[in-house]
C-alpha cells in the first residue's frame, strides 16, 4: 500500500464513520459541520412538520425532537471526548516505548 494512499483515507469524518459504524464509510463531505448539521436538521424537521403539524400535541412532541437531538450532541460529544483521550493516552505510551500493540 502506498503511503499516498493512506493520507487520502486520513480525514476525521472516515476515522468517525470507522468506529461508529465499522466501516470506511462514503465519500468524505467537506462541506463545514454547521453546514451539514443544518441541512438534516432542516430536513427531518420538515419532514416532522408534514407528517405531524396536525396533531393537537404537535409542539410537545416538537420539543420532545428537539430535546433528543440536544442530548444526540451531548452523548456523542462525550464518547468522542473519551476516544480521544484513549488513542492520545495509546500514542503517548507508544511514544515513551510502552506497548507496541497499537
Do not use: N, W
Request: proline share 1%.
Amino acid at each position: 500500500m502506498k503511503v499516498e494512499e493512506i493520507f487520502k483515507r486520513a480525514y476525521l469524518q472516515s476515522i468517525c464513520d470507522y468506529l461508529l459504524c465499522g466501516s470506511s464509510g462514503s465519500e468524505v463531505d467537506q462541506r463545514p459541520y454547521h453546514v451539514r448539521l443544518k441541512e438534516k436538521r432542516e430536513r427531518a424537521t420538515e419532514r416532522f412538520h408534514e407528517c405531524f403539524s396536525k396533531s393537537l400535541h404537535y409542539e410537545d412532541a416538537m420539543e420532545d425532537f428537539v430535546a433528543y437531538e440536544g442530548e444526540l450532541e451531548t452523548v456523542y460529544m462525550e464518547i468522542g471526548l473519551q476516544i480521544g483521550l484513549f488513542i492520545g493516552a495509546q500514542m503517548c505510551g507508544r511514544m515513551a516505548g510502552g506497548d507496541d500493540s497499537m
